[in-house]
């Protein structure tokens, strides 16, 4: 049986230190064994008592204690271990590691460690961003810590949003797995292979504050970059302004416009399969205002010139250099719905067209269900109702079929 998996979490002090009981619960239902040092400040935010009853372990927080250095000195405590988990990581915390300061037990046993650090940042988005928390990341990348978000979002502070809140606790299990067992991948039937998915709708700017934008969630797209995930696929989701965390062990693109999208998704270029998701606008404001638009008493409401937008799917179809192998389209139709796909899929160069009925009597967009067709060269497959999550991962292991056979017929 394999020994127990040692997590030594060191807590920083910010509002986030609150996530870590739940992390160190999921932890140990995953079968690690977690030991907490806590910062002065992260107990501000949790108290020792309750790490130490979640952990079931002992919570060290001195540096010079003597009963804690007669039981485990600090520098056995940094290598007695497999790996080091820093969250929240501080912007103080982060300042103090990539100067090597060492003058509390948290610093110490990080200083001391010849184990991988991972760290997990947390902090105010003008914290995150501030040139010098900017430095000292690059610093400690550069010194080999690795790290796992911030994630983008609402911050605790009211009115406060953007790069700064704790990575999400699946996500934060995920990248520990990752860096303690690199798992069998080669195994799973996408090892290896990189897939690209484009998901969510995108936002047209009008003016600094107004946009145009559709009803797409992006949750077919995020369930895809999952089940692709969990196939053992390098993932790559290029996502329009949606409402859903990152999902774990994906790499993320958060870009508002098609523009944007267009440009994220030729640079994630090459990929194996290319899976356009998103509900990009067809057009985009032609010359978005750079001041608000203002009413004013007596005058016509401003007219909207509209310009196409680049169809990404189309582009990447009739790619010559670069082109994925399978390049997947979507659908969305509120008539003739199979029809539409089979010219899409000539129009637009894809493999496959997944249409769907998205009529809003449907409530396929936005909703948590999807009724799809699959419109291939070779036919129409008919697939009946089903949860999005459950589509997502149909449609993941074809791909990954269809990539097995394709790699057959080479060989
Ligand atoms: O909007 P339409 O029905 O043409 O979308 C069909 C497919 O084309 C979808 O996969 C969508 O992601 C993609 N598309 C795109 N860029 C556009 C419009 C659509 O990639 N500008």
Request: net charge positive; charged share 25%; with cysteine.
């Amino acid at each position: 049986m394999q020994s127990k998996r040692r997590i030594l979490l060191i807590i920083g002090g910010g509002i986030a230190a609150y996530k870590c009981l739940d992390l160190i619960r999921r932890l140990r239902e995953r079968g690690f064994s977690v030991r907490a040092i806590m910062t002065k400040a992260a107990e501000q935010f949790v108290t020792p008592l309750a790490v130490g009853a979640i952990s079931n372990e002992r919570v060290f927080t001195e540096l010079f204690n003597l009963d804690d250095e007669r039981e485990i000195g600090h520098i056995r405590l940094a290598r007695d271990c497999d790996l080091i988990v820093v969250a929240p990581a501080t912007a103080d915390l982060l300042a103090k590691m990539a100067h090597g300061q060492a003058n509390d037990l948290a610093t110490s046993v990080l200083l001391a460690t010849d184990k991988r650090v991972l760290a997990a940042p947390a902090m105010n988005p003008r914290m995150w961003l501030n040139p010098a928390t900017q430095r000292n990341v690059a610093q400690l990348k550069a010194d080999g810590i690795s790290f796992i978000g911030p994630a983008v979002g609402e911050m605790a502070e009211r009115g406060e949003a953007g790069p700064g809140r704790l990575a999400e606790v699946p996500v934060l299990i995920d990248a520990i797995e990752r860096r303690l067992a690199p798992r069998d991948t080669a195994a799973m039937p996408l090892a290896g292979r990189h897939v690209l998915i484009t998901s969510g709708p995108t936002h047209e700017p009008i003016d600094p504050v107004r946009y145009l934008a559709n009803r797409s969630s992006g949750k077919q797209g995020f369930a895809l970059a999952a089940a692709a995930r969990s196939l053992g696929a390098n993932v790559t989701l290029i996502a329009g302004p949606v409402a859903l965390p990152d999902p774990a062990g994906v790499t993320v693109v958060r870009i508002e416009t098609a523009a944007e999208m267009l440009d994220a998704v030729t640079q994630a270029l090459p990929a194996d399969v290319a899976i356009f998701a998103a509900a990009v606008a067809d057009w985009r404001i032609a010359k978005p205002k750079s001041e608000k638009l203002k009413k004013s008493a007596g005058s016509e409401p401003p007219a909207l010139k509209l310009a196409e937008n680049p169809d990404i799917l189309k582009t990447i179809g009739h790619r010559s250099k670069d082109r994925p192998r399978l390049v997947v389209g979507f659908a969305a139709e509120t008539e003739n719905v199979v029809a539409n796909a089979q010219k899409k899929l000539k129009s637009k160069a894809a493999d496959w067209i997944v249409a769907n009925d998205v009529s809003p009597e449907t409530g396929i967009m936005g909703g948590d269900r999807n009724t799809v067709h699959i419109v291939t060269r070779d036919g129409v497959e008919h697939w009946s109702d089903m949860h999005k999550t459950d589509v997502a991962e149909k449609l993941m292991v074809r791909v990954a079929i269809h990539l097995g056979q394709q790699s057959a017929d080479i060989a």
